[in-house]
């Protein structure tokens, strides 16, 4: 299969999976089965591409031109193929684990749900394989949309109010200044394709601080303080969607994307000349500690997680800011090892509530031993996030303080330190207090009570996942020391 | 006799202003109609003031060589088509109004108002 | 005969000569086919001279054999040709579209002049846009008001009967305005002819009546344009006329006298009048960019699913003013092809109504909760048709919003202003079709509401198409934005 | 110059029709003025196409001598038809 | 001395305008408005505009007056007066004032009326009446600029007529609200003007003269003032005379419906037909010179084909749309 | 100006004369049927005379028959009009001025009051 055939045949394989699901919405278990076919096949498909990309290729796809110059077309680059790989994967994971789950809990709109769940991720692999901003920003809107039937699933008032906030602000925040921002640089430069080096070189600093800006909090996905309010309703949603908003779609679309824009689009060398980002290492700094502390403050399991999303996501617009080469891999390594730590919490969050139906972190008093599997891996997400080895999350972070020292950031290097100090505070806890802690009386169930075996399935998966990424970073790194130099 | 030259333009002001405001302040729609039938005569005024022609005559040629001063045909041709235009416009409208008088019962424009509020 | 010369006039009387045949047909459906058929033929046509005029430049037609500006004219370049296609084009899908939908509002008996009347419109408007003569339009603007007074009137609630009268009135104000203008301007120049009256306006353009003429005509065209504020006449009507007739105006009624207002501003008016270009802007901007906020703002309080739409067409009329206001090529192309994207986007967003109200008999959004699933394909257009109101990029609304954007930006310091208004009523838009998507999809049916089922297959297969169009002119964009340049280049040719 | 003293008396007759016809009081005064406006125009009109040397204009007067007397029978309809609605609604409120 | 006449005319004009929109009974309204319609038309005379002084007044005078009638009997004779409803609306006092002061201000820089150098009379409008005796070779220029130099715009007169018509006929033609009525009622109502021996007599008796004359004007608005449009409005005349003294239903006895709607589409069809044929015969649409040998012939036989399609769609629609209205009030 | 000129002139001035009189009585006169009286007869002589000196004007010629047909047809209609409008104020109970007569149902209910 040529490169191009095989993009074709990613993007439209969760398309077909859709349509099958739906056509096999009576029949639930031919319907899962789909699903997992499906996402089976694309892994396959996509991991195909990474040796090539891997080699230095580039493979692109022209779909059609528009007016102007401007068209819808794919080019895979390292970053790009990063995310489409971490996609694909985790899809399976979450696949297996979403069946657990629903069933578990006996939810309705199953098919709905499973036919959502693969448009967001057509859309997360467009984004991926996006070769120019406007064909990112298409699959980016196609990604929201999809989305939003999936934190709405449980379809009560309260939930739909979150929802609409959920919608509100990540279409209005693409619309009202993701969109200027696309049409200025289109103004400027006379084009949106992704080109090595940054297409801006003529623009002044000033007005490329502004422009950033505009990229940074248009890009509401990567959640940049004030524009994160949306990560926390979204909570509403049920778990797997959680795990698939945070770890492996929505948020990683905004981060990637940001990435993608500061190396593409702006270009490191200009953005460095200019001095533009500055404030941005301010921001997003300043993003990391507070979301911190506001996770510390958070007695639900799932808001706590989603606070400390918002803290690591701007670990990568950090990273991004930073504008160094090992900034920049640093950031692009978090997008994984983030994923792989933060699904695993999820899925553990997920399986706490399938199992026992708590959902408060001061109820978890005592469980460790009702469900010791869950919790083991939960300490091993947690660890891994916070940054120590022998698990995944130390690489990102130690290549982001490299290139905060690179960039002589020192306010950089102190919110990395700071902030593994929180995480260790509002992470850890809770292992903590589940084993180390004695129950409340009376309300811990009796012997071991864990979640269904395929959400079992799926932690023990991801939280392998961890530690693979810690002993075999080095393709991964081997990916991302691409990008700087592209 | 210099300030009568351009009476006739200020009579189609006058009358259209007239006409204008039947139409748009008048609840009743028979009124508005009638208003609407002097605001169309204004501009009838206005093209057939524009094609007298001092000392002529109407454009009906007397010898067969059409020797003489004449008025100016064009105008007259446009009016006559715009009051065939205004002839039309007036039946459909009394139309309307017949039909809203069977359905509402009224033709005041705010009592029906009322009354598809309240439906 | 050929037949080639002859087309500017065979777009006009085609239609034009069957409405008297199809006012005669006592047979049931008769009338329907007669009238399909001809407005496809004036399709044909339409494309036909298109074509013409892309290969061979613009076509003049001179009617009794008299030379311009004795006798009558008709001026067909590439504006008006996009115009025609626009015309004859929505008028073929709506009537493929609305049989059974006009069946069950219309009736059989009133048919034949409905159907007469129809055509009429077509004729009429498609006069307005081939004419080249300021009077001739004038006739053609009322054969095509009064008949489309009569589709309106044809809808069986009563209210459009008031829908019907306040627009009677208020279109006869407009076009009597337009005509003391086109007086005023006939007594400095003593012609009729619009290319003839551009160059002879050059000799007495500083006179006062030529100025108040402008005014006039501006105004009177305004109001048949539904330009905001004056365009209260036109969401009742859009509201209450029988669905599938709401398709067809929605998508060309309000264009033709957008046209009109373009072709005088910037034709007659502008080359030749000092000011008139600080006029322009200074008038229509303003207005322009409160008509698309008002109007978006509106909509999304609109609880009936066709009034919000015909408030959208305020904000999108809006959208269209604001690229002539800011004279510049790019915006004038802009505003160009949104006049034909918002034809395909609004006729497909009504035919989609057209078909919910056809299951459901009601377009009370209360009413048509939960219709998402019932009627996947209807919604599904429907919401096609709304992501290219919205402007999202693939369809055709993101082309001339990217256009006028981008002509905002090169407009100056108050251009960014404008565009942020252009973006904040392009979030209203998502408020307002994402409101209509929620209650389709993720509200219950009411309890007790009527039973609903997928709307009948040539409605769809319809609705499908034009939705589908919107996809596709968003993406192969040769054929609007070609026409749509040429007459941006040519309006604006010794203009600017 | 010998149509001037009669132009001047039909212009003010029909002047003091204007004012009878505004002044009503009641709706058959204002037919009466109408229909004496009406000959009024009818003969101002002949004695213009003379004034304006264009006998062959005579065609107006003629037609509107032939048309006035139509606006007279509408009017005359108008009132008998009332009469008729009113009998008839005062019959459905007595009910 | 034609102009002091005009002023004197134009002022009461201007009276009986603000008197009809000051009357709060309807029917005084309809009844000054005719007045207005044929000051009008005297204004018109005088100001050289014979053929369309003769339309408004067959129109303006005769016609509308007895729609407005028609429609009156059919829903309110009475403006109802509100409390302050009778007080002058300054919003639009405000919007007319603006406009019609706008036009006077622009009136100071109009050529006077009757200056021979207006640009009018300077362009286009003198080639009229220069080319006319060759050309079209009749004597009523108004007549040649109306049929044959901008023929395209009274084909689109004579749909606007075809529009209204089947405009009238799709809104009040149809769905017909019954009413009761005892058979002596229906028995008054429908006889009509017939116990009235006198305007009975004589209104018959004027039947014939008033459809001679219409003829006349139709055949002879070559040469006269007059032309289809004016011979079919007072054609229709006649016809509703005949309806109002003798019945509505005898009316539509005399002129059936089935009639009537061919007429309205056939006048149309004929204006248009002629067109098409002088297409077919290698020439414009409209050009009638291709219609005979020599083209000021043609040019006759055109005008004439024309003018009578223009006559038939007007009588057809205006007796239509009367019919429709009376019909209403019969039942 | 030549006997007929002159007979014209004067037949027409006289015409002119009844004209404005009955111009006055319709003005002046108390009540509807005494202004009615007021117009027709004056009208009537009025018309006549006024088409007599037109005719005498136009001598033979074809406007003559049109002056004819004209007075022909107005001093028909004029009349009719006259007896047919009198007739419905009659009948819809419009009371001649002084008349109070209680047989006549609901007076003046036409009336506006000015």
Known sequence: ?486 | MEFLALYNYWVFAVLLLIGLYAVVAKVNLVKRLIGLSIFQGAVFLLYISMDKVEGGTAPIFQTADGAGVFSNPLPQVLILTAIVVGIATTALGLAVVVRIREEYGTVEEDVIEDMDADS | MNLDAHLPILQIIVPLMTAPVVSLLRVPSLPWAAATVTSGLAFAVAVTLTGQVLAGGPMSYALGGWVPPYGIELYVDHFSALLLLIITGASTVALAFGKASLDQEVGHERAPMFYAAWLLVVAGLCGIVATGDAFNLFVFLEISSLATYVLIASAPDRRALMATFRYLILGTVGATFYLIGVGLIYMMTGTLNLADMTDRIAEVGELRPVLVAAGFITVGLALKAAMFPLHAWMPNAYTFAPHAATAFLAACSTKAAIYVLIRFDLTVFLPHLSDHAEQVSGFFIPLAVLAFLIGSAVAVFERNLKRMLGYSSVAQIGYILLGLALLSPLALTGAIVHLFNHALMKSALFMAVACLAFRAGSVQLPDLAGCGRAMPLTMGAFVLAGLSMIGVPLTAGFVSKWYLILACLEYGPLGYVLAGGILVSSLLAVAYVWKVVEAAYFQPRPEGARELREAPPAMLAVLWLVALGNVWFGIDTDLTLGLAEQAAATLLGDGS | MIFYPVVFALLVTMALAIVRAVKGPSLYDRVLAVNMFGTKTVLFLAVASYLMGRPDFLDLALAYALINSIGVMAVLQFFQSREFRRRYEHRHEAE | MTLVFGVFLLTLLVIVAVAIVRSTNLFAAVMLSGIFSLLMAVNFFLLDAADVALTEAAVGAGVATVLFLSALALTAEHEQVRPGGAALQWLPLVVAFATGGLLIYATFQNPVIGDPNAPVHQHVAPWYLENTPELIDIPNVVTAVLGSFRGFDTLGEVFVVFTAGIGVLSILGLRHTLVEMTSAEIDARQRSLRHHLIPRVVGRGMVPFILLFALYVQFHGEYSPGGGFQAGAIAAAAIILYSLLEGDDRGRALVPEWLLQIMVASGALLFGGVGVVCMLLGGSFLDYSVLAEVPSEGQHLGLLLIELGVGITVSGVLLTVFHAFARRASR | MGVVELISFVLMTAGGFCVFVGGVGVLRMPDLYTRMHAASVTDTAGLFLVATGLMLHAGWSLPLFKLVAILVFLLVTSPTAAYALANAAMLSGHPPAGVRDETVPSAGRDGETP
Not at chain 1, 54 to 78: N, Q
Not at chain 1, 386 to 414: C, H
Request: proline residues 5%; glycine residues 10%; hydrophobic residues 55%.
């Open chain 1, 1 to 486: 299969m040529s490169p191009e055939t095989t993009i074709v045949a990613a993007l439209v394989t969760p398309l077909i999976g859709a349509v099958g699901i739906a056509l096999t919405g009576r029949l639930p278990n031919l319907r899962e089965s789909v699903t997992l076919v499906t996402a089976g096949v694309l892994a396959v498909l996509v991991w195909s591409l990474v040796p090539q990309v891997m080699a230095g290729a580039r493979p692109e796809l022209l779909v059609t031109t528009m007016l102007g110059g401007l068209s819808i077309a794919f080019e895979i680059e390292p970053l790009g193929m990063l995310f489409g790989a971490l996609a694909a994967s985790l899809w399976i994971v979450n696949s297996i684990y979403s069946i657990g789950y629903m069933r578990g809990n006996d939810e309705k709109h199953q098919t709905r749900f499973y036919v959502c769940f693969a448009i967001a991720i057509f859309a997360a692999l467009g984004v991926a394989f996006a070769g120019n901003l406007l064909t990112l920003f298409v699959f980016y809107e196609v990604l929201t949309i999809s989305t939003y039937p999936l934190v709405s699933h449980k379809g009560d008032p309260a939930t739909v109010r979150s929802a609409r906030v959920y919608l509100g602000i990540l279409l209005s925040t693409s619309i009202g200044l993701l969109l200027p921002a696309m049409i200025w640089t289109y103004a400027e430069a006379g084009t949106l394709d992704f080109t090595a080096g940054g297409i801006l070189g003529d623009v002044a600093g000033p007005a490329l601080g502004v422009l950033l800006g505009l990229y940074a909090f248009g890009i509401g996905k990567a959640a940049l303080m004030p524009v994160h309010r949306w990560l926390p309703s979204a909570m509403v949603a049920p778990t797997p969607v959680s795990a698939l908003l945070h770890a492996v779609a929505v948020v990683k679309a905004g981060v990637f994307t940001v990435l993608k824009v500061v190396v593409y689009v702006f270009g490191l060398d200009t953005l460095t000349e200019a001095g533009a980002q500055q404030w941005l290492v301010w921001v997003s700094g300043g993003t990391v500690v507070l979301a911190s502390l506001i996770a510390m403050t958070k007695d639900n399991l799932k808001a706590r997680l989603a606070y400390s999303t918002v803290s690591q996501l701007s670990y990568i617009v950090l990273g991004a800011a930073l504008a160094t080469a090992s900034g920049v891999i640093g950031a692009a390594m978090h997008i994984a090892t983030h994923a792989a730590g933060k699904i695993t919490l999820f899925f553990c969050a997920g399986a706490i509530y399938t199992a026992l139906h708590r959902t408060e972190v001061s109820e978890l008093r005592g469980l460790g031993r009702t469900m010791p599997f869950t919790f083991a891996a939960f300490t091993v997400g947690a660890i891994s996030i916070i940054g120590l080895p022998p698990f995944g999350g130390a690489w990102s972070k130690w290549f982001l303080t490299l290139g905060a020292l690179e960039a002589g950031e020192l306010f950089a290097v102190a919110v990395l330190m700071v902030s593994s100090l929180l995480n260790i505070v509002y992470l850890l806890q809770i292992p903590l207090l589940a084993f180390f802690r004695a129950p409340a009386s009376g309300s811990v169930p009796e012997g071991v009570q864990e979640a269904p075996l395929p959400c079992l399935i799926a932690i023990g998966i991801t939280s392998l996942l961890c530690v693979v990424l810690f002993f075999g970073a080095d393709p991964l790194y081997e990916l991302t020391r691409l990008l700087p130099s592209s």
